[in-house]
């Protein structure tokens, strides 16, 4: 109880425990003792791309003391720690680099990954839908009409994302990947994107206004039930009533002719017919 009671320092309100502080060159006193290493392959229509940028993206790893290397036979890129590494955290920002690469993301879009500030996500799609015309359905959804639901996603969770294949590349602060994430995951489990952009949208507003920064903002939310037209079920046999078998096909339905023949209107001429 006497240790409740006393004061903690990570509750201290005053302190912002979600800021990233830079990690500036020097701040590490000694190189770093193995190699780190990553390795990413890239489909084929992406090789003339990547041969053209690469001397980029090696001057811009090189600046985090990182080396890189393109193999065109393997179809794979390659990114290694060196001597010269100053930021212990920067191989894994050059793998979601070349990562983003792969994913068809320009290299002026995939460099701003090596900020202190933006992360990325690849989520994967490809097993989420085993109907093909029903995924390339869904997949369609996350980018609405002439791109207008994908920009709407963009502005709203201040996210890059690239819907590429199998897959949902995306970049941004974390807040806006989780965002991202359910988005994409609800959209190909059958739930349209268009009611998280309204969620996101009322709680934009919400978030201008300081009264409500400590109540629950459940009673502004859309909630949306999803609902299934229920099919009408087939009709059973009622237990104990089974047919008896027999080898036999059933009998075969009286033609129009025969059951004129039978009441004797055949024989009846028109005049008769008619009267």
């Known amino acids: 109880r006497k240790m409740k009671n006393m004061d903690k320092p990570w509750e201290d309100d005053t302190v912002d425990h979600w800021k990233v502080d830079p ?24 090789e003339a791309y990547l041969r053209e940028t690469w001397p980029q993206v090696t001057s811009a790893l090189k600046e985090h003391g ?11 890129m390659t990114v290694k720690t060196t001597r010269k590494t100053w930021d212990p955290y920067a191989i894994l920002k050059a793998r979601d680099l070349i990562k983003l690469l792969a994913r068809s993301v320009n290299f002026n ?11 990325c996500d690849i989520i994967k799609i490809g097993g989420m839908c ?10 369609d959804r996350l980018l609405g009409p002439n791109g207008s639901t994908l920009k709407a996603i963009e502005l709203l969770t201040g996210c890059y994302v690239m819907v590429q294949g199998n ?16 988005l994409v995951e609800d959209c190909m489990h059958n739930f349209h994107p268009v009611y998280h952009i309204k969620a996101l949208m ?12 400590g109540e629950s903002w459940d009673r502004f939310l859309p909630s949306f039930k999803k609902t299934n037209s229920k099919r009408p079920k087939k009709r059973s046999v009622a237990a104990g009533t089974k047919k008896e078998y027999t080898p036999f096909p ?26």
């Open 250 to 275: 059933p009998a075969q339905p009286p033609r129009k002719v025969d059951l004129q023949l039978e009441s004797g209107e055949y024989f009846l001429s028109a005049e008769q017919k008619r009267e």
């Open 23 to 46: 990690f500036e060159r020097g701040e590490m006193k000694a190189s770093l003792t193995e190699e780190s290493s990553f390795a990413v392959l890239f489909p084929t229509y992406r």
């Open 167 to 182: 897959t949902v590349a995306c970049m941004g602060p974390f807040k806006g990947l989780k965002q991202v994430r359910k």
């Open 130 to 139: 085993r109907n093909k015309e029903r995924f390339i359905k869904r997949r």
């Open 202 to 213: 009322i709680r934009r507003e919400l978030e201008k206004d300081p009264a409500l920064a």
């Open 66 to 76: 990182v080396s890189c290397q393109l193999d065109l036979i393997e179809g794979s």
């Open 109 to 119: 879009q995939a460099v701003k990954i090596l900020g202190d500030d933006v992360a």
